[in-house]
């Protein structure tokens, strides 16, 4: 298919996002001139080993804990990864149940599933037709022998902020380790591991502006946590492998600049998310705000549209220049419903038309309404394509669906 | 300490090495301009995920793979623990007994350790006091449920080259899976996984002038391997989470590049070695070449100087304004004598006098003047504070030591 437009406007920062000048800034000379590795004992090692500390220091203040608990990562993934294998091995001793909610990310799905076939249980705790997790609910689905409780934060399909720090206490109160996928949610809303009274928490990069290939997991002092790659002595053996100076740098001042910014980042693009949001329900009908109308990401907006299946939308969106996705970029080939949605209670038919929109730091209201003018003949387009459309009209608008 | 010079000499390129500028300018725009993700489906995608293709034929190129058979990671310790890790739980329905040798890096040798937890064994193949393993003590190793063989191609401490065309194919014989850690030759000499013979080949960018944060594990295809990583669907599902689309198409530019240019490097490199070597063994009594006097890396030069402890030399070459290792920059901080020193027969006295000196292409002919002119008086110096020194001169230097 051809382009059809020279204009761009790109609405899928949590796929992908540029990395800020200030980050790439501070990231270049880490490249090409201070090269010595962090554990070598020379000037050239000092170097790296201090940017690594002050970078570490910088995670820290983003989310109030200490800098030794800070495990520097290459991704989210491979912080919930460690967080979810190395707490349940960690806490075998106590027992090998583990519960998390229905709509995690598959980075903690497919790990609790990797983790059952070696003897592990796990419960799935549901959630509301607006992905909201009750407390409840999680303290319902806790038995004696569960060992780790693991929530996400924010889901970065739906853009629900679950209430961590109303479950994390009630979970710590039955002796079970609590962990918080927090990777769509820090840089972009307030993160404080003493609020939100988690044990561990995860979080990356690429959410907030800094480069992908850096991530970081926090847990606790005295929480222990079995590493789940063997090697070396870097990250105090909790995470072996040549330090990723460059990456994790920019982390840091990512990091820095997010503590100072995401406030008023989050003003505006929140503005800019309701506007959005409001022009999509008026211009297209049937269509569904998913996730929670208010406790949502700010830079989040995600729907369902009836009758049109999310890739095709995505691609007739490209070709008018515009950048969105249908859901996690992890999964986002798959073709099928997400399980995020039909946790939710979507009907099948209804969450296969799923629309995310990320804005982010360069994303302006012209942008939003270049997105409001082309989406709808789109939709007509497609729905004149659907089958289900064509059933649809043909049974009434308002008859039985 | 003060330094005492403001000439810099950096021979620890093994531990560290600068990006080439060809490299680091065809990452550049994947950190500002190039920000898709590349399983996302519109034209920023796109553009990411033609970029991390080409990477990958690149890096196939160089070892003579075929492109879907590598699997991107952050390190060659990350594909070291895949491979080691993933080829085991693959083959386990045949057994649970592993092969490595007594020198492999920490990221084979403590893979192996956890694997034990979970009921797997493992046999160490010697080596010679070169450092160098006989392919029949390899093939005398297996047993009938020995599932995985795991030689180095390399040794990074000793700069040992392993026979591995000769070991592999007799390891292959027995039915057993055959990787090889090809992190320290990988670039720098000849890699041609169908000349070696190999199932499986872990590989690092960092080690040939490629970004830190990047590696790669190549497995034949129809070799099983269980990921160790849960999440999406990146790398077929093989190592989930988000590209480092930068760092790869990093490490793509540097694996061109390394293939056109290593054996001119290396006859450059391998050069200046000698010369290095030379000057050493003529400058400094007592001292010792470690690893194999000919079948070495081109950029490697290791000994072991007696009487005095590694640590102190690195500090007063630095304040010489040198910068050398004492092993691997892995465990330089841990203050013990080298398993692979010690497993090559080295007396533990003359292992914690270890001093390796690795070259790369800023490397000059001055540089090592340098070095060998600094480096016997810091020799001398140490040697009158140490007690084992004082202790050897009174027995007389041809008594009994």
Redesign the interface.
């Known amino acids: 298919m051809e382009?059809t437009t020279d204009r761009?406007v790109?609405l899928?920062y949590m796929?992908?996002?540029?990395?800020l000048?200030e980050v790439?800034e501070v990231?270049l000379p880490y490249?090409?001139?201070i090269?010595?590795?962090p554990?070598?004992?020379?000037?050239?090692?000092d170097q790296?080993r201090e940017a690594l500390e002050t970078a570490r220091d910088q995670v820290t203040a983003l989310i109030n804990g200490n800098s030794e608990e800070i495990i520097f990562t290459?991704?989210?993934?491979?912080s919930?990864?460690l967080a979810v294998k190395g707490l349940a091995q960690g806490q075998l001793n106590r027992g090998k149940h583990i519960v998390i909610s229905a709509i995690e990310?598959?980075?903690v799905l497919?790990?609790v599933?990797?983790l059952e076939k070696?003897g592990y249980e796990f419960s799935l705790v549901p959630v509301d037709k607006h992905g909201m997790i009750d407390p409840d609910e999680v303290i319902n689905s806790i038995r004696k022998d569960t060992i780790l409780v693991s929530i996400m934060h924010a889901n970065g399909e739906v853009g629900t902020i679950q209430p961590i720090a109303e479950i994390a206490p009630k979970v710590k109160e039955t002796g079970a380790v609590f962990h918080t996928d927090a990777v769509a949610s820090t840089g972009n809303i307030p993160v404080d591991v003493q609020e939100l009274q988690v044990d561990a928490l995860s979080l990356?990069g690429?959410q907030f502006y800094g480069?992908?290939?850096s991530g970081a997991l926090w847990v606790r002092k005295g929480v222990r946590l079995i590493p789940?790659?063997?090697?070396?002595?870097?990250e105090n053996g909790r995470r072996?492998?040549?330090?990723?100076?460059?990456?994790l740098v920019g982390l840091g001042k990512a990091a820095e600049i997010a503590k100072r910014e995401l406030t008023s980042r989050a003003a505006r693009l929140s503005q800019l998310r309701d506007y959005l949001i409001k022009g999509m329900m008026e211009k297209i009908d049937h269509v569904v705000l998913t996730g929670h109308p208010s406790r949502r990401l700010p830079h989040h907006a995600s729907f369902s549209v009836e009758f049109i299946e999310g890739?095709a939308m995505?691609?007739f969106?490209?070709l008018d220049?515009?950048?969105?996705?249908?859901g996690?970029?992890?999964?986002?080939?798959?073709l099928k419903a997400s399980h995020v949605l039909l946790a939710m209670g979507l009907p099948h038919e209804i969450a296969q038309g799923s629309l995310l929109l990320t804005l982010g730091l360069e994303t302006q209201k012209e942008d939003i309404d270049y997105v409001l003018e082309k989406f709808p003949p789109i939709v007509d387009r497609l729905r004149q394509m659907s089958p289900l459309y064509a059933k649809f009209i043909k049974e009434g608008k308002n008859g039985n669906q």
């Not at 072996?240 to 990456?247: I, L, R, S």
């Not at 996690?328 to 798959?334: D, G």
Request: glycine share 12%; charged share 20%.
């Open positions: 382009k761009k790109y899928d796929a992908g996002a540029p990395v000048p790439m990231m490249l090409k001139e090269y010595g590795n554990q070598s004992i020379h000037a050239w090692g790296s290459a991704s989210g993934t491979e919930n990864n990310h598959f980075s497919n790990t599933r990797r070696s990356a690429n480069p992908k290939g789940q790659t063997d090697g070396g002595i870097q072996p492998g040549t330090e990723d100076v460059c990456a890739e995505l691609m969106m490209n220049g515009i950048a969105v996705s249908s996690s970029a992890c999964t986002s080939k798959a």
